[in-house]
């Protein structure tokens, strides 16, 4: 029997055939760093959601979600990925079976399933972490079997930017199946200890609030068809237990529907927006019953890098996969609504979630501390430190990042400047050379112009220099990121330096099913200075009449060097470290 999740995974209870919303607002089980070390392991199993809609599952640790995971900077975390899931990995008879295999032949030939498979293998990334990407590392190509436990041992740098980060699957068949089923937990890279003193914000409550996303309606971004296309053996079981909701389709935060979160008047929180959503950005206010803003809020920082001051705001815009961090104060006692509205003409597909999040109780409470948010100074942002800018930095490469359909496809497929992912390198950068990548989208199908992606980048902040439009005012020119929406039908300009760990990185959109479609690209980062590996790759290349170029320091056509000189007044450096993992 599967075993249900309970605690905080219970989103609602069905009582007499009516449902207990707005439980008490509870936070995932906690594991936290000792001596420099976070040594855990993290189980794959099944399990059952019970909720408004209840469904069989992949969990980490018997949790929805999965442990949050605090370290601080120097630390180490040492995790087993435990897959106890069962074989096979897919309940389609192909090799033994001769009817089955006509039977998929005539369903993919029509395009009624690709692209998912292999739903029991999975794999740990550590998203927006600026850590080694060796063979223990966060390497992209690293899988685990059922009943397979696989070693991670990840490096968290002495000058690791501090905030919030978070972890999921990511094997290229079945990442969107499982993280949509919840599969996916926090990771938080404390704070120093005195970084907030002399602020008036030391010591407030802390939480995070990681949105996730039940569907049950769309065709090729829902649970079920992915579940049924993968040819998964767990059978999704899934039941809606009551009426109430917002269809087959709603958010869970922290996997509760509707919780009630509470704050005193005068106090100041601390909220961690977490986008762990499949299908949907999120606009996040706090508003009364006439549907007036009734709370202040302030975002001090973004995937997981502190701004240079904080910024106040009605409404909190998450792109797919990003953060928000957020200090919330509300100064009238009363009940009011967490929610997340749509902007006209801004998206289609997806769109912006509209609806409730939770309910928030504000209670009367003397407070006779109040804080000028607009003079709090934040921690610093370590590597990513607001006095470190690469606009004004020499560019190594110019190159154009084009997110598409694939008009030849009869199902759903996406592209990357023409590529459908096939785990094979699609491009090479060099180390600790500056980037700028133009990330734009093209239309190819009828039906594609209501089609919309965001950009996702593997192992290294980028920061924002351009963009067509900003539709949602989500950031500012200069800002460093890891996940970023790209406007409809436009495109966004970043820069970014891969430094400290060569290897293999991957970039890719984070709606779920149109990064499973295909919508992403392996990228090798090659250490230059390692003139053995160099000389290798560039006899390979010239063998297929290709010329790798990237350690060369002769101007490109286009005018810009290959290999960036140091410009000390155009980048501020943070605190040097010799080290370069792997040798590619």
Same mark, same amino acid.
């Given at each position: ?214 569907? =049950? ?55 961690? =927006? ?42 909190? =815009? ?143 902040? =980028? ?122």
């Amino acid at each position: 029997e599967i075993p249900r999740v309970t605690g905080v995974q219970t989103c609602a209870l069905p009582i007499s055939g009516s449902m207990i919303n707005n439980p008490p607002f509870a936070q995932p089980d906690i594991i936290t760093s000792s001596n420099g070390i976070l040594e855990t392991t993290l189980k794959v199993t099944e399990a059952r959601y019970e909720g408004p809609i209840s469904f069989n599952t992949r969990v980490y640790n018997g949790g929805l979600p999965g442990p949050t995971l605090v370290v601080k900077r120097g630390d180490k975390l040492k995790i087993d990925l435990a897959n106890d899931l069962e074989f096979p990995t897919t309940a389609i008879e192909v090799t033994t079976n001769s009817r089955a295999r006509v039977k998929k032949a005539v369903r993919d030939a029509l395009g009624e399933c690709l692209p998912y498979s292999e739903p029991n293998v999975t794999s740990l990334h550590v998203h927006g972490l600026h850590t080694n990407v060796d063979g223990i590392g966060d390497y992209p190509l690293k899988v685990g079997h059922p009943k397979e436990t696989v070693p991670y041992e990840l490096h968290v740098r002495d000058d690791h930017p501090t905030g919030t980060f978070w972890y999921h699957p990511h094997t290229k068949d079945a990442a969107g199946l499982q993280e949509l089923g919840f599969m996916h937990g926090a990771l938080i890279v404390d704070d120093d200890t005195a970084a907030w003193d002399s602020t008036g914000l030391e010591g407030i409550t802390d939480r995070l609030l990681m949105f996730q996303w039940v569907d =049950f309606l769309h065709d090729f971004d829902n649970y079920t068809f992915m579940s049924k296309c993968s040819g998964s053996n767990m059978h999704t079981d899934f039941k809606k237990v009551t009426a109430g909701t917002d269809g087959y389709r709603y958010v869970t935060l922290n996997a509760q529907y509707l919780p009630e979160l509470d704050i005193g008047t005068g106090e100041y929180q601390r909220w961690r =927006f977490v986008n762990a959503i499949s299908h949907a950005f999120l606009n996040i206010s706090v508003v009364d019953k006439h549907g007036a803003f009734g709370c202040d809020m302030w975002e001090i920082g973004a995937d997981g890098v502190y701004y240079a001051s904080p910024r106040a705001q009605n409404s909190v =815009f998450v792109t797919l996969g990003g953060r928000k961090d957020v200090i919330v104060q509300c100064k009238v006692a009363g009940s009011y609504t967490l929610y997340t509205y749509q902007k006209e003409n801004v998206f289609s597909d997806p769109n912006m979630y509209g609806g409730s999040l939770a309910a928030v109780e504000v209670y009367s409470e003397t407070r006779a501390t109040s804080i000028d948010m607009t003079s709090v100074t934040l921690p610093s942002a370590g590597l990513y430190s607001n006095k470190r800018s690469l606009i004004n930095s020499k560019v190594s490469s110019k190159q154009d990042i084009i997110l598409s359909d694939w008009k030849d496809a009869p199902t759903e497929y996406f592209t990357v400047n023409g590529v459908t992912y096939n785990g094979l390198v699609g491009n090479r950068i060099a180390l600790d050379a500056v980037q700028e990548w133009k990330i734009m989208q093209k239309y190819e199908t009828v039906d594609s112009d209501l089609t919309n992606h965001n950009w996702h980048l593997h192992t290294h902040h =980028f920061q924002v220099t351009d963009a067509s439009v900003n539709e949602v005012n989500d950031y500012d020119i200069g800002d460093w990121r890891d996940t970023i929406n790209v406007p409809k039908g436009g495109w966004v300009t970043v820069r970014f330096k891969a430094e400290n760990y060569a290897g293999f990185l991957l970039h890719h959109c984070h709606v779920f099913n149109h990064e499973t479609a295909g919508l992403k690209q392996l990228v090798a980062v090659v250490n230059c200075s390692d003139n053995e590996i160099y000389n290798t790759l560039a006899m390979d290349a010239a063998s297929f009449g290709f010329d790798i170029s990237i350690c060369s320091d002769d101007p490109d056509d286009d005018g810009v060097w290959a290999t960036a000189p140091t410009d000390g007044a155009a980048e501020t450096t943070a605190s040097d470290d010799d080290s370069r993992d792997g040798r590619l």
